[in-house]
């Protein structure tokens, strides 16, 4: 169990020093093409949640969040033991928690710059703790869906019904 707080951790060390970079080598709104059309890295500043809903609700954030991480590790120290991918969807959303808490609390602000335009649509600006929170969440969808395959194979067995 402690290698998911270890990758928090480190989710949490890239996401604090990709920002710093951003901060002290870009000027807000400059633009950087990495691929034509399709990836830029772009200096941008969101004051909101994501895509920028509710923008200037810090305190919001800061209960939500702290709400948020507790609830992680409380879940991580009870049900990761022996679950891998439990435990790394887990790891990935703390870290990103913490990283764009750590933004909020001493910027006021979350610093983005993952700049796509994916199928001609342009996405909203992020981040890695965005993306950390995006990969976890996807993780523990996963890990809910085998645990209920699991679980309906188990009751299915008990009853001697196949489907």
Same mark, same amino acid.
């Given at each position: 169990? $402690?290698? #998911?707080? *270890?990758?928090?951790? %480190? @989710?949490? /060390?890239?996401?604090?020093?990709?920002?710093?970079?951003?901060?002290?080598?870009?000027?807000?709104?400059?633009?950087?093409?990495?691929?034509?059309?399709?990836?830029?890295?772009?200096?941008?500043?969101?004051?909101?949640?994501?895509?920028?809903?509710?923008?200037?609700?810090?305190? $919001?954030? #800061?209960? *939500?969040?702290?709400? %948020? @991480?507790? /609830?992680?590790?409380?879940?991580?120290?009870?049900?990761?033991?022996?679950?891998?991918?439990?435990?790394?969807?887990?790891?990935?959303?703390?870290?990103?928690?913490?990283?764009?808490?750590?933004?909020?609390?001493?910027?006021?602000?979350?610093?983005?710059?993952?700049?796509?335009?994916?199928?001609?649509?342009?996405?909203?600006?992020?981040?890695?703790?965005?993306?950390?929170?995006?990969?976890?969440?996807?993780?523990?969808?996963?890990?809910?869906?085998?645990?209920?395959?699991?679980?309906?194979?188990?009751?299915?067995?008990?009853?001697?019904?196949?489907?």
């Amino acid at each position: 169990m $402690f290698l #998911y707080y *270890i990758l928090a951790f %480190v @989710i949490i /060390g890239l996401d604090q020093w990709t920002k710093w970079l951003i901060v002290k080598n870009m000027e807000l709104g400059e633009s950087i093409t990495i691929v034509e059309n399709f990836l830029y890295i772009t200096s941008h500043r969101n004051i909101g949640a994501a895509w920028g809903i509710l923008p200037g609700q810090m305190w $919001f954030f #800061y209960i *939500i969040t702290t709400v %948020v @991480i507790v /609830g992680i590790v409380y879940y991580m120290a009870k049900h990761a033991k022996g679950s891998v991918l439990l435990g790394t969807s887990l790891g990935l959303m703390l870290g990103g928690a913490i990283g764009n808490f750590i933004d909020r609390i001493f910027r006021k602000e979350v610093v983005d710059f993952v700049d796509t335009y994916i199928f001609g649509y342009d996405f909203p600006i992020f981040n890695v703790a965005d993306s950390a929170l995006v990969v976890g969440v996807a993780l523990l969808m996963i890990q809910m869906f085998r645990e209920e395959r699991k679980a309906k194979e188990k009751l299915d067995g008990e009853t001697g019904t196949h489907h």
